[in-house]
């Protein structure tokens, strides 16, 4: 059990709000995703950390803000929430380079922006 | 840009039938990686295969087997004698040979029917 949780489960907010999405890993994989899934498009990369304090873009960046203060953790925060941003996040943990390792995927977050 | 395809939205067959999935990928790097991953109706990701471009090599693991074919870019997932558990959707995934650029296709929803 590779030990990655993302909080909260499920979330409501309105249109404006700041909200910030956590994931937290047991682990101390080096690399972090933040993903979203929408009915028709599958998931899609916001960010991605090849460590503490290096972040980069994915598909679908604008919007979303990252921080990796420390290995373990890696918050998503939507500066201020838009419907089109209702989604399911899904957070993934990645041990090292793609060459043999396995991405494991959170339970997900189920966002609604009102 | 990478892009993946999986034209077979959603797919039903009968318990014990064979399946296949297609996925077909575009990228115009010469290392790679593809996966598959099955997301089954409680909403989690589970990850089942990846495959380095550089190994063509056909896999199989219990039920499952997977064809890579570079001349034609497909990496097919087919489920021998399928079950009722193996109703999901299944989504095949692309990656750089850094393992950080992930593509997913738009997935394929199988529902095997008792």
């Known amino acids: 059990d590779a030990g990655i949780t993302q909080s909260p489960r499920y979330k409501i907010t309105e249109t404006g709000r700041q909200v910030t999405l956590m994931c937290h890993q047991t682990?101390?994989?080096?690399?972090m995703f933040w993903y979203r899934q929408d009915l028709g498009h599958g998931l899609r990369l916001i960010y991605y950390?090849?460590?503490?304090?290096?972040?980069d873009k994915g598909e679908v960046p604008d919007g979303y803000v990252v921080s990796r203060s420390k290995t373990e953790n890696f918050p998503l925060t939507l500066e201020s929430a838009t419907r089109s941003q209702t989604s399911v996040y899904f957070c993934?943990?990645?041990?090292?380079?793609?060459?043999?390792?396995?991405?494991?995927f959170g339970p997900g977050t189920r966002l609604t922006v009102l | 840009a990478q892009k993946v395809t999986q034209a077979q939205t959603e797919i039903s067959v009968v318990e014990k039938e064979d399946v296949t999935l297609d996925c077909v990928y575009e990228?115009?790097?010469?290392?790679?990686?593809l996966f598959w991953y099955k997301q089954p109706p409680s909403g989690e990701l589970v990850f089942l295969i990846r495959?380095?471009?550089?190994?063509?090599q056909n896999e199989i693991s219990g039920r499952y087997s997977w064809n890579f074919q570079k001349s034609t870019s497909s990496f097919n997932f087919t489920i021998t004698a399928s079950q009722v558990v193996d109703s999901a959707v299944y989504f095949c995934?692309?990656?750089?040979?850094?393992?950080?650029?992930?593509?997913f296709g738009p997935g394929t929803r199988l529902s095997v029917l008792p």
């Open positions: 990228t115009r790097d010469t290392t790679y990686y």
């Open positions: 993934a943990i990645q041990e090292g380079r793609a060459s043999t390792d396995t991405q494991y």
């Open positions: 495959r380095n471009s550089f190994d063509e």
């Open positions: 950390s090849a460590a503490a304090d290096i972040t």
């Open positions: 995934a692309l990656s750089d040979n850094y393992g950080q650029n992930f593509v």
């Open positions: 682990w101390s994989h080096s690399y």
